[in-house]
């Protein structure tokens, strides 16, 4: 194994650290593969249309987290270094320690309040949205799954803060190992659920057991322990972190990012739910988790490096931050255009091999506009990866314009053309606006 390491770094860059990030990105292809066959086995198309839109409603998070995780791995990452920076006084690196552990106790109030503000309202957003579009004729009975299963959710979003500061804080490989087995034993009894015929009610199972076993290992594995360590190592002086004077200009542009992505990536479910029905919305929902989750296996060469991008950007190391990241993006663009390929492969070719699949992902046209709609993403992921190590937010007005783009022709062509004309809006925006913008962004930054 060590060799075969030793060899993938090598060729592709792939170290420890990519590795583990990719495991957990290979178990979280491998159980939505499963989730996809286990949908198309044990759920209804009806069935399906309501998980799926389950999960784009919990994606209302960005509207109370407001880019807080991705704040924290910047901050603490930048913090991180420099209490570890061997040319600092004992002084410069106490202090740095300091602020560290200021923003582990900011951390932990903001989603404090983040998760119990998240129950109260999408509860109540659930139960109104599914009241009013649920099919006359239906019968099924997704009352008691949805408010059982927000709760779950929740309980969840008090882990975010501890994973992103880990992260920042170099544990990288731990934390991708964490989530791999989230992602095991949570889908492997989200699995055995649906097989056991609990219907909706595996949602809440699955976000129930990814909440425990994320607990458990942050225990188990002395991270939490880890993190108490960084208060101790400072306690000989105390500094405090402004929100208002240092986050809040980094945050303010990440959320309003993050809240358009929201109009972008997740209302396609609930207009096609609304305007066309669970079955439509559970087509869409399973062809787009495909083709992002393969998206994000690829970004795994990218986002593994940015606490790397946020140490050599605090010490001021502008050419080799250069070459690091031009290196990690020729690699793994090639396996990005690769891996999306062999998305559509499936996606085209696997109702004809297995007829449990038929008709449970998009026609030809409208995923064949999803999978080029993906490679221009991952471009437009990792310029704004890489940016952004620099606690800047260059995207803001591109993703504003997307949002207002996108929402109009989901909402739109959703309602008049259905899913082709909704993807083919969304291909059309990505291509057209979102991918030359960005590229454009990333050569002004390279060439300074």
Same mark, same amino acid.
């Given at each position: 194994?060590?060799?075969?390491?030793?060899?993938?770094?090598?060729?592709?860059?792939?170290?420890?650290?990519? #590795?583990?990030?990719?495991?957990?990105?290979?178990?979280?292809?491998?159980?939505?593969?499963?989730?996809?066959?286990?949908?198309?086995?044990?759920?209804? /198309?009806?069935?399906?249309?309501?998980?799926?839109? #389950?999960?784009?409603l919990f994606s209302l998070q960005v509207f109370f987290e407001l880019g807080f995780t991705f704040v924290l791995t910047q901050f603490s990452a930048h913090e991180f270094s420099k209490a570890r920076a061997e040319n600092s006084t004992l002084a410069e690196r106490e202090h740095a320690s300091a602020r560290l552990h200021a923003l582990i106790r900011m951390s932990r109030r903001w989603f404090m309040l983040?998760?119990?503000?998240? $129950?109260?309202?999408?509860?109540?957003?659930? @139960?109104?949205?599914?009241?009013?579009?649920?099919?006359?004729?239906?019968? @099924?009975? $997704?009352?008691?799954?949805?408010?059982?299963?927000?709760?779950?959710?929740?309980?969840?979003?008090?882990l975010l803060p501890l994973n992103a500061i880990l992260e920042g804080c170099q544990k990288i490989k731990e934390v991708a190992y964490i989530r791999t087995w989230q992602d095991l034993v949570g889908f492997g009894c989200f699995g055995l659920a649906l097989a056991a015929g609990a219907g909706l009610y595996a949602i809440v199972i699955l976000h129930a057991m990814r909440v425990l076993t994320g607990l458990f290992l942050l225990k188990r594995t002395g991270l939490l322990a880890w993190l108490s360590t960084q208060h101790d190592k400072s306690n000989t002086m105390t500094a405090s972190i402004s929100w208002k004077k240092e986050i809040f200009p980094f945050q303010w542009r990440i959320s309003l990012s993050w809240?358009?992505?929201?109009?972008?990536?997740?209302?396609?479910?609930?207009?096609?739910?609304?305007?066309?029905?669970?079955?439509?919305?559970?087509?869409?929902?399973?062809?787009?988790?495909? #083709?992002?989750?393969?998206?994000?296996?690829?970004?795994? $060469?990218?986002?593994?490096?940015?606490?790397?991008?946020?140490?050599?950007?605090?010490?001021?190391?502008?050419?080799?931050?250069?070459?690091?990241?031009?290196?990690? @993006?020729?690699?793994?663009?090639?396996?990005?255009?690769?891996?999306?390929?062999?998305?559509?492969?499936?996606?085209?070719?696997?109702?004809?091999?297995?007829?449990?699949?038929?008709?449970? &992902?998009?026609?030809?046209?409208?995923?064949? $506009?999803? /999978?080029?709609?993906?490679?221009?993403?991952? &471009?437009?992921?990792?310029?704004?990866?890489?940016?952004?190590?620099f606690k800047q937010e260059p995207f803001l007005y591109l993703s504003v314009c997307m949002a207002f783009v996108t929402a109009l022709s989901t909402y739109f062509l959703g309602k008049y053309y259905g899913a082709n004309g909704m993807t083919f809006g969304y291909m059309a925006a990505t291509v057209l606006i979102s991918l030359p913008y960005a590229l454009i962004i990333l050569r002004r930054k390279l060439r300074n």
């Open positions: 194994m060590k060799q075969l390491l030793m060899v993938a770094q090598k060729r592709i860059g792939m170290d420890r650290a990519i #590795f583990a990030t990719l495991l957990n990105r290979g178990s979280s292809a491998i159980a939505n593969l499963l989730t996809i066959a286990c949908l198309a086995w044990f759920f209804t /198309a009806e069935q399906q249309g309501y998980y799926y839109t #389950f999960a784009s983040v998760a119990v503000a998240f $129950w109260l309202s999408v509860t109540v957003a659930g @139960l109104v949205f599914f009241t009013k579009n649920q099919a006359p004729s239906s019968s @099924l009975a $997704w009352q008691g799954p949805w408010l059982m299963a927000v709760a779950a959710f929740s309980c969840g979003i008090l809240l358009s992505g929201y109009l972008i990536f997740s209302l396609f479910n609930p207009v096609l739910f609304a305007f066309h029905g669970a079955a439509v919305a559970g087509q869409m929902g399973m062809t787009f988790a495909v #083709f992002m989750g393969i998206t994000n296996i690829a970004m795994a $060469w990218i986002t593994t490096k940015v606490p790397t991008f946020c140490q050599l950007i605090a010490l001021d190391k502008q050419d080799e931050l250069k070459e690091f990241f031009l290196s990690t @993006l020729r690699k793994s663009s090639l396996i990005s255009v690769l891996l999306i390929g062999a998305g559509l492969v499936l996606v085209l070719g696997g109702p004809k091999l297995f007829p449990v699949l038929a008709n449970k &992902f998009l026609p030809a046209p409208a995923s064949i $506009w999803i /999978a080029i709609s993906c490679i221009a993403n991952f &471009f437009v992921f990792a310029s704004a990866a890489y940016l952004r190590s």
